[in-house]
């Protein structure tokens, strides 16, 4: 069994509903992080607009540490968690050049956008299996800028969940904020 846990201030239901729409396992439960004493395989960190979710957050990350933490390298307050060293692999999306993860060449097109899901440093995959750098082609039906960040948190996901890079393309493109 592998466990989601989205955690952050904002964004994490449609985040939930974005990756479960994705996700077909009955193997991975993904769920906003709440209990705060359960350990995630990955977490991921929307962002965080408060004193009270980043010192909830920075304890949990250093008393459980998620095998993998997928956070918003765009927020200020998310960077912070890992002033320490951290026992977890850290991977950082955004629309930054510093990030692991990068969209670029963004166009907004009928009701959504196109862009390039960027890998910019390796990671290993659950399966043990390396993901080198790469350009994505990605579409997305759904709009506000805010959905390209939910999409780098996903497709991350799957493909650390050993996802195709056809498959989760396809999957991606037949996503609507209304849908199932």
Not at 8 to 28: P, Q, T
Not at 51 to 75: C, M, Q, R, V, W
Request: some cysteine; glycine content about 6%.
């Amino acid at each position: 069994m592998v466990h989601i846990f989205v955690g952050g201030s904002s964004e994490k239901s449609s985040i939930i509903k974005f990756l479960s729409y994705c996700v077909h396992s009955k193997e991975i439960v993904i769920e906003e992080l709440k209990n705060y004493k359960e350990r995630a395989d990955i977490l991921i960190i929307s962002d965080i607009l408060c004193d009270e979710d980043f010192h909830k957050l920075k304890n949990y990350i250093y008393n459980f540490p998620s095998g993998i933490i997928i956070t918003n390298a765009d927020d200020e307050l998310s960077n912070k968690l890992f002033a320490q060293g951290i026992n977890s692999t850290l991977i950082t999306c955004g629309l930054n050049p510093k990030s692991s993860i990068t969209a670029s060449s963004i166009s907004y097109e009928d009701e959504g956008y196109e862009f390039n899901y960027c890998v910019q440093r390796t990671f290993f995959n659950l399966k043990g299996k390396l993901i080198e750098p790469m350009e994505i082609p990605v579409e997305i039906k759904v709009p506000g800028q805010y959905n390209i960040y939910n999409s780098l948190f996903v497709i991350t996901v799957l493909l650390i969940l050993g996802y195709e890079i056809k498959d989760i393309q396809n999957v991606v493109k037949t996503f609507e904020n209304s849908g199932r």
